[in-house]
T-cell receptor, first 113, second 109 residues
Framework: DGGITQSPKYLFRKEGQNVTLSCEQN?????MYWYRQDPGQGLRLIYY???????QKGDIAEGYSVSREKKESFPLTVTSAQKNPTAFYLC????????????FGPGTRLTVL | GQNIDQPTEMTATEGAIVQINCTYQ??????LFWYQQHAGEAPTFLSY??LDGLEEKGRFSSFLSRSKGYSYLLLKELQMKDSASYLC??????????WGAGTKLIIKP
């Protein structure tokens, strides 16, 4: 079954704890992205990666970290330094060539108590 | 700047037509995307315009004018299931998308 998986769909954590959100894809896409979405707002880019072992900060990278050790996987860690971590987190992928849209996973809703 | 502007909310009647506008003001343009997002779900791709003109896909059409930095999404024969947010996004040559805040479309019977 092809696509992008994010797990879990809902995640609860206590304030001060780090948490890692998973994103796995079997589409063989080179580029992967992490977005954050707050209620009534658009998508804001946290990090993106175009190739294995390389990634770049997006607009709101502070308090987050990522790794890209395998083409299929791009986990996002929300650290205790992120002041307002409660949000809907979306992972997306895209082939670099040809030009195409980004494909989204189902998202993880993180609530920090 | 990198502003993508679209209306916050629109209301339309089932069976009618609605046009959602989007304006952008950036350089490095590499196409204009429209996505649909139902509440609590991930965005799904609707259309992509890189050249001027109208692209038609069933009940949905998208228009682009690069000289005016303007696009619109046209939805015909509205159905209740079309109630969702519609996100406009501009593609950049570095493979990133710049997203608008989305337009929440409310369909009334």
């Amino acid at each position: 079954d092809g696509g992008i998986t994010q797990s879990p769909k809902y995640l609860f954590r206590k304030e001060g704890q780090n948490v890692t959100l998973s994103c796995e894809q079997n589409l063989n896409h080179d580029a992967m992205y992490w977005y954050r979405q707050d209620p009534g707002q658009g998508l804001r880019l946290i990090y993106y990666s175009q190739i294995v072992n390389d990634f770049q900060k997006g607009d709101i990278a502070e308090g987050y970290s990522v790794s890209r050790e395998k083409k299929e996987s791009f986990p996002l860690t929300v650290t205790s330094a992120q002041k307002n971590p409660t949000a809907f987190y979306l992972c997306a992928t895209k082939p670099l060539y040809p030009a195409s849209e980004q494909f989204f996973g189902p998202g993880t809703r993180l609530t920090v108590l | 700047g990198q502003n993508i502007d679209q209306p916050t909310e629109m209301t339309a009647t089932e069976g009618a037509i609605v046009q959602i506008n989007c304006t952008y003001q950036t350089s490095g343009f590499n196409g204009l995307f429209w996505y649909q997002q139902h509440a609590g779900e991930a965005p799904t791709f609707l259309s992509y315009n890189v050249l001027d003109g109208l692209e038609e896909k069933g009940r949905f059409s998208s228009f682009l004018s690069r000289s005016k930095g303007y696009s619109y999404l046209l939805l015909k024969e509205l159905q209740m299931k079309d109630s969702a947010s519609y996100l406009c996004a501009e593609g950049h040559s570095n493979y990133q998308l710049i997203w608008g805040a989305g337009t929440k479309l409310i369909i009334k019977p």
